[in-house]
């Protein structure tokens, strides 16, 4: 498989971090080398809030992204702030609030994921999941199976809310098929 | 797990589950990021494996809580970052003149003071070994994997115990969040070290007289063996002295226990040094950007290679030295303004040209910025 470098950014708070962790540690249960880290502010919630993930088959050293294969952004500041790490060619998924200035050369894909989230699961916090599904769509299905995603998103969340959880990762897959 | 028994673990989580490994069973702190988590499994843990877990007023406290636990008997641990570091300084001191052995772990952030709490730093290298006043001595293990925070704080421990010595585990940031795979290891295959322990009868024993290895035999409290504990200078009974020939004893036999056994826990890395002309050394999260930065530069068929320091103290001088008789020059790589860059001139600058690369505004350095300071392309 060719090295996937993800970037997901938003506001502290909407579960980017939590996201990134999932995709991550399907990976490894995959057999890949996987690495997630993240930077955020001090403040607990708001603030600028960023994780990557790095899955390869070969070692993983420099711990950090370079360029972004694909890049999620939640918001309008997150967008702002890291479209320059995305490559030329590379996935951009926003969510559909997020306004672009009309010269980008990725392939965009803006999606409803914030409405979506309170339409339909009345709950902004599974937008992270919904993401999850969309770069999980995007990224190609060979890098990991759907079943290990599944498993990885049902380990990581409060109990309570697996089934939610795993509805909006569908949605997600859905809202990136278009 | 997967089919080859690796998790996804973080940093942190591999310094508690490795803590745990290697015997730990009391562990007081302060929460402080980066570091939060260790005391937060730790504390979810313990108290299921017979341990005790004790959230303190402060670092002042929770340094000496953990004297108290391990003169009890416990392997002690505490986890802090930068500005609890500072606070443990005092205390640090007392465990390395009364022979109290426990783990200090820092994970470090950006400093002085409060500074960048969430990002990553190396600004406490020096901190690690001159931070307590007065001579005394000083290990300190640095990791960079996961997989290598699980087993060398599991050395970290074996060491304390060993030498009778607080010991630190310095992480930093990068290495303390990041997630990747580890696998787990069978307690049964793990190497352990416990403190050694009086043979002989409780009324016969001098608590400080030290066997041929300079280490005292260590009872714990609570077992019958009666003694004093003093951070004042003391005789082999425990007892405070202002003899000066006693003092001078003490005080070097505390360092050399340490600094005489170095090659039995001398670890490193080296990367490609064998034709290297150009060296680099880092160590911790940086030294993950250094190895792909010497596989950067090979492609562009320039002779680098990594020496990659783990037992950051005592400074590994003899290996540095090696180093430096075949390199042209060397680059100390480092999240801070040239901490260990000194000690390498130091020992280095007779037989190489030893420059610094440095970076305090709380991101990792990068492969690339390791590449251009030594003149590679981009």
Request: negative net charge.
């Amino acid at each position: 498989m060719k090295k996937q470098e993800i970037r997901l950014s938003g506001s502290g708070g909407q579960g980017v971090i939590l996201a990134a962790i999932i995709l991550a540690n399907a990976g490894v249960e995959q057999g890949l080398n996987a690495i997630q880290t993240q930077s955020y502010g001090p403040e607990a919630r708001g603030g600028a809030s960023k994780a990557e993930v790095i899955l390869s088959n070969d070692e993983i050293n420099y711990p950090k992204i370079t360029k972004a294969n694909i890049l999620l952004s939640l918001t309008q500041k997150a967008y702002d702030k890291y479209n320059s790490s995305l490559e030329e060619k590379g996935i951009l998924i926003i969510d559909e609030s997020v306004k672009l200035s009309g010269d980008e050369t990725f392939k965009v894909y803006s999606l409803p994921i914030l409405r979506t989230a309170q339409e339909k699961f009345e709950t902004q916090m599974v937008a992270n999941i919904i993401s999850l599904g969309a770069i999980y769509e995007l990224m190609g299905e060979e890098t990991i199976d759907k079943d290990i995603m599944i498993r990885s998103i049902t380990e990581r969340v409060p109990p309570h809310t697996v089934q939610k959880n795993t509805d909006a990762f569908e949605e997600g897959i859905r809202l990136a098929r278009g | 797990m997967n089919k080859k028994g690796y998790k996804l673990v973080q940093g942190n989580e591999a310094c508690v589950e490795g803590a745990l490994a290697a015997g730990m069973r009391f562990f007081a702190g302060y929460p402080i990021t980066p570091s939060t988590e260790i005391a937060e499994i730790s504390a979810e843990k313990l108290p299921t494996l017979g341990g005790r877990f004790i959230q303190m007023e402060d670092e002042l406290g929770s340094m000496a809580a953990i004297i108290g636990g391990s003169l009890a008997g416990k392997k002690a641990m505490t986890a802090t970052s930068g500005p609890g570091f500072s606070l443990m300084q005092e205390n640090i001191g007392y465990a390395a003149i009364t022979e109290v052995p426990c783990v200090v772990v820092n994970v470090q952030r950006g400093g002085p003071s409060t500074g960048l709490p969430t990002s990553p730093a190396q600004g406490d290298v020096m901190q690690a070994k001159w931070g307590t006043h007065g001579d005394h001595p000083a290990i300190a293990l640095t990791p960079n994997s996961v997989q290598e925070t699980y087993e060398y704080i599991v050395k970290a421990f074996n060491l304390a115990e060993k030498y009778r010595t607080p010991v630190v585990f310095l992480m930093d940031e990068t290495v303390g969040h990041m997630r990747e795979k580890m696998a787990f290891k069978d307690v049964s295959e793990i190497e352990l070290i416990d403190r050694k322990k009086p043979t002989c009868k409780p009324e016969e024993y001098v608590a400080y007289r030290p066997d041929e290895d300079m280490i005292p035999p260590m009872a714990s409290f609570g077992e019958g063996y009666r003694y004093h504990v003093s951070g004042l200078t003391h005789d082999e009974t425990g007892f405070p002295t202002n003899n000066n020939e006693i003092s001078e004893k003490l005080v070097k036999r505390l360092v050399d226990k340490v600094d005489k056994n170095i090659d039995e826990f001398a670890y490193f890395e080296e990367y490609k040094l064998e034709d290297a002309e150009i060296v680099i050394i880092a160590y911790g999260g940086v030294s993950r950007s250094a190895k792909s930065a010497v596989d950067q530069l090979r492609k562009q068929n320039i002779k680098a290679g990594l020496f990659r320091p783990i037992t950051i103290w005592p400074f590994l001088e003899k290996q540095v030295n090696k180093v430096s008789l075949n390199a042209k020059e060397i680059y100390v790589a480092e999240m801070n303004l040239g901490q260990y860059f000194l000690e390498v001139e130091r020992v280095a600058c007779k037989n190489s040209n030893v420059h610094k690369i440095t970076k305090v505004n709380g991101e990792l350095i990068t492969p690339e910025e390791i590449v251009q300071a030594i003149g590679g392309n981009k």
